[in-house]
């Protein structure tokens, strides 16, 4: 009987809780995740070994010939023998290492399972599950972490003969959103909210075939919608070649796990600061280029800016936020034929002075912007400010009536609220990639529980340069106010703002305090 998915992400969810004694909710996924693709692993290479078993006569073949068709014709990784040798020598499966639960040492043998299998596999699995800091009895005690194995044992198999890929993609994925949804910022940093992704990817449309590269790619989640997208237009998600960088290597871990969980195999991440260290290069030494580049990336994050170097587009991004640095690592990555882009930002970056002007003045400029989407407030875990999506393209590769021009489409009241979050629906996503496709001006009719209208226009690169180069929606696109306005939304306008305040006033404070001026706190 097939697993639905409901019950592989109850069992799932009842394997994390068993953690809520030993440690904060927004630690479970450096736990879970491993154990989780440990127990995957083990599932799928013992019901392949069966399957071995029952089609070949053992007794007509060597123990080397054994191995040698096993590994060629059904296995495709290693799950190889621990303490070799020795009276403890056992394989370093799920179902072994479980069967000495009960005995002292637990952790320290689970991190040996998982360190064999990295070894044993390194162009698949070299460094996956992190650093299993987890596994030491000071930081998670063998009964916690036995409860853990034996409440996620119950999980049925994880194989391919009993479960599809698409459900154990989507428990992986469950388990991210509720643990984003549970623990707030620092699972926030990175997932970024599974709509936000569908409607940025659906704008780039990657093609088969092609490089998708996520320079900041948290989880994954924008390479596999990217996949997902082909394949719901019934193509060949697999074919894509998916490239991403993370900073933070037990991050870079899920992400490979949650990849290989959505049976793509055709991916390569790196762990690594993007704008410090780019990982992927030409061997010229200058940054590899894409078809399609896609990111969330940290907003308003502190740098070491750059002092020479050829992605510095216009200028160098100041010390207090990386925005503009993120966006021109981009461009730079972009391929000259066919390369587009789109990263989520805060408003900020549509208008701010200074060194960022000189860089937004320098893209438009060069007519490498295409549109810029303003989006709802409160989409994402980590902050409720509103962003926007801007779309880049690589030179000379718009379209030609689109030269010249910027779109600029305002979804920022196409929402349906739900819980303490806003959502992007079906609608609004369709509704907001049909603007964009669009060849004239638009103005959508309220759609959705909360109402919200869509707008978008067309703006000539002269009107903005007569603006000064400054990119704020509202200058742009005018949707008609609504004739009334709800307490609600007035008090999220207000915190937005005034958290836009604060954020400008920490950046001044910064500023003139490394100008050794001081006597201006509050």
């Not at 280029?289 to 750059?306: C, E, H, M, S, T």
């Not at 170097?309 to 990386?322: L, M």
Request: hydrophobic share 40%; aromatic share 8%.
């Amino acid at each position: 009987m097939a697993v639905t998915q409901q019950e592989i992400e109850s069992r799932l969810w009842d394997a994390a809780d068993e953690l809520r004694v030993a440690m904060a909710e927004a630690q479970y996924s450096s736990v879970v995740f491993p154990l989780m693709f440990w127990k995957y692993l083990s599932d799928t290479w013992e019901h392949h070994h069966q399957e071995f078993l029952d089609e070949n006569d053992l007794d007509d073949l060597t123990a080397e010939e054994a191995h040698e068709i096993e590994y060629r014709d059904y296995q495709s990784f290693e799950i190889p023998l621990i303490y070799p040798g020795t009276v403890q020598q056992r394989r370093a499966s799920w179902s072994s290492i479980l069967s000495t639960i009960a005995h002292p040492g637990l952790g320290q043998r689970v991190r040996t399972a998982l360190q064999s299998i990295e070894n044993a596999n390194p162009a698949k699995f070299s460094r996956l599950f992190g650093s299993m800091t987890w596994a030491n009895e000071e930081v998670l005690s063998g009964e916690v972490l036995a409860a853990v194995m034996q409440a996620m044992d119950r999980t049925p198999k994880m194989h391919e003969g009993n479960m599809s890929h698409d459900v154990l993609g989507g428990a992986y994925e469950y388990l991210l959103k509720r643990f984003s949804d549970g623990s707030g910022t620092r699972a926030g940093q990175f997932f970024t909210p599974r709509e936000v992704v569908e409607l940025i990817v659906e704008i780039l449309d990657p093609k088969g075939y092609e490089s998708v590269y996520d320079p900041t790619c948290g989880s994954g989640g924008m390479l596999i919608a990217s996949a997902n997208l082909l394949k719901a237009h019934s193509k060949r998600g697999y074919t894509l070649k998916l490239f991403g960088q993370e900073a933070v290597p037990d991050t870079a871990g899920v992400a490979r796990m949650n990849l290989f969980m959505h049976n793509l195999d055709k991916f390569q991440v790196e762990v690594g600061d993007t704008l410090k260290d780019p990982r992927f290069k030409k061997p010229d030494g200058s940054v590899a280029q894409f078809d399609v580049i896609v990111a969330n990336p940290p907003y308003g994050l502190k740098w070491k800016p750059w002092t020479n170097d050829p992605r510095a587009i216009g200028g160098v991004a100041p010390q207090p936020t990386a925005d503009w640095a993120f966006v021109q690592h981009m461009i730079a990555s972009m391929d000259p034929l066919k390369g587009r882009a789109g990263v989520v930002l805060p408003h900020g970056v549509l208008f701010r002075g200074g060194q960022e002007a000189a860089i937004r003045q320098r893209v438009l400029d060069e007519d490498l912007l295409e549109a810029v989407i303003g989006l709802p407030a409160n989409l994402f875990y980590s902050t409720a400010i509103p962003t926007a999506i801007l779309v880049f393209r690589a030179p000379g590769t718009k379209a030609p009536d689109r030269k010249g021009q910027v779109l600029f489409i305002d979804a920022s009241k196409r929402f349906t609220k739900v819980k303490k979050r806003n959502v992007l629906t079906k609608d609004d996503i369709a509704d907001t990639v049909a603007a964009y496709h669009s060849d004239s001006d638009t103005e959508h009719d309220p759609v959705g529980r909360d109402g919200g209208s869509l707008a978008s226009r067309f703006v000539p690169l002269t009107e903005i340069v007569a603006n000064e180069y400054d990119l704020k929606i509202g200058k742009y696109v005018k949707q008609a106010a609504s004739e009334s306005e709800d307490l609600g939304t007035l008090i999220d306008v207000y915190n937005m703002a005034r958290a836009e305040r604060q954020m400008a006033e920490a950046r001044m404070l910064e500023v003139l305090a490394a100008a050794g001026i001081e006597g201006f706190d509050e």
